[in-house]
C-alpha cells in the first residue's frame, strides 16, 4: 500500500515526465508558448533601448538596427503563437480518441465529440456552451494556420493567443474526460516546460547527522548521464519520499531516473524520462 506522501511524489514524477505521444506533443506546445514570453520579453527590452539611444549621437543607426531586430522578433513570436496552436490542438485531438476510445473521432471531431460527451444533445448547442465553445474557435484558428492562406493577422497573432490555447485545451481535456467517467491524464496538468537546463539545484551532496553510521541509512540519487549521483543520505527512521518528490520537482537537468538505497541495496528505482534525457 503507498502512503501518502510515495504518491504525492509519482505525482510529481509523472508531471515532468515525457514518455507518451500526448505529453511529448503537450511539452512541445508549452515549449513554443515559453519562447513565445520569452521574445515578447526580449521584443520590449529591445523597445526600452530605443527611448534611451534617442540622444546618442548614433542615434539613427542604432534605432535602425533595433527596429529590424524587432521585426524579426514579432516574425518569430507569429511562428512560435502558431506552433502553440497547432501543437497543443494535436495533443488535444489525440486526448479525445484516448478518452473516447475511438479511433474514428478526430476525422469529424465537431460531429463526433458531441455524441460522447453529452449524448442527444444537438451539436450546435453542444458548441455554443463553455468550454466547448473556446475550444472551437481554438480549433478555427488552428485549421486556419494549416489549411488557408495566412493574413497579416494570422502571420502577427496576438500574443495572449498562446497563452489562451494552453488554458482553454486543457479545460476541454479535463472537461471531456470527467463527462465521460474517466481520469484525465496527468501531463494536462503540466504548466511548464518539463525540464530546465543550465545545472542542478542539487550542486552538492549532504548527509543527516548520524547517517552515515546508521547501517539502514537512507541514500536517495538521481541518475544523469547513467551516472549515479547521490542527492542526500538520511538515517532510517525518515521518510524518503518527500525528497523524492523535492528532486522530481525542483531538478534542472534531464535525468533518467531516481533511486532510493537502503544500507548497500536498491530499494526502489523510478524511472523518467524528461526533455533532454
Known amino acids: 500500500m503507498h502512503t501518502n506522501t510515495e504518491v504525492a511524489a509519482l505525482k ?18 508549452l515549449f513554443a508558448r515559453e519562447q513565445t514570453r520569452n521574445l515578447s520579453t526580449q521584443k520590449q527590452q529591445i523597445q526600452d533601448s530605443i527611448l534611451e539611444v534617442k540622444k546618442h549621437e548614433l542615434a539613427e543607426i542604432l534605432i535602425s538596427r533595433y527596429e529590424a531586430e524587432i521585426q524579426q522578433i514579432a516574425w518569430d513570436i507569429g511562428s512560435y503563437i502558431r506552433w502553440t496552436v497547432v501543437t497543443a490542438w494535436m495533443a488535444f485531438e489525440r486526448a479525445m480518441v484516448d478518452a473516447t476510445s475511438s479511433s474514428e473521432l478526430s476525422r469529424d471531431l465537431p460531429t463526433n465529440l458531441p455524441k460522447f460527451i453529452a449524448p442527444g444533445i444537438k451539436k450546435d448547442v453542444f458548441w455554443a456552451a463553455p468550454p466547448w465553445s473556446e475550444v472551437r474557435q481554438i480549433q478555427q484558428k488552428r485549421n486556419k494556420f494549416v489549411h488557408r492562406d495566412l493574413e497579416t493577422s494570422d502571420l502577427f497573432p496576438d500574443v495572449n493567443l498562446a497563452e489562451d490555447t494552453i488554458r482553454i485545451l486543457r479545460k476541454g481535456i479535463k472537461e471531456a474526460y470527467k463527462k465521460i467517467g474517466k481520469i484525465s491524464p496527468i501531463w494536462v496538468e503540466c504548466d511548464e516546460v518539463p525540464r530546465r537546463l543550465g545545472g542542478s539545484f542539487c550542486a552538492a551532496s549532504t548527509s543527516q547527522t548520524g547517517a552515515d553510521e546508521d547501517p539502514q541509512r537512507l541514500q536517495i540519487t538521481y541518475v544523469h548521464g547513467g551516472r549515479d549521483i547521490t542527492h542526500i543520505t538520511l538515517r532510517s527512521d525518515n521518510d524518503p519520499w518527500p525528497v523524492v518528490e523535492e528532486i522530481a520537482i525542483q531538478i534542472r537537468i534531464p535525468i533518467e531516473a531516481i533511486r532510493i538505497y537502503k544500507g548497500e541495496s536498491l530499494w526502489r528505482e523510478i524511472p523518467i524520462t524528461m526533455r533532454g534525457s
Not at 510529481?12 to 506546445?29: E, T
Open 12 to 29: 510529481a514524477i509523472q508531471k515532468r515526465a515525457v514518455d507518451s505521444q500526448f505529453s511529448h506533443l503537450w511539452s512541445d506546445a
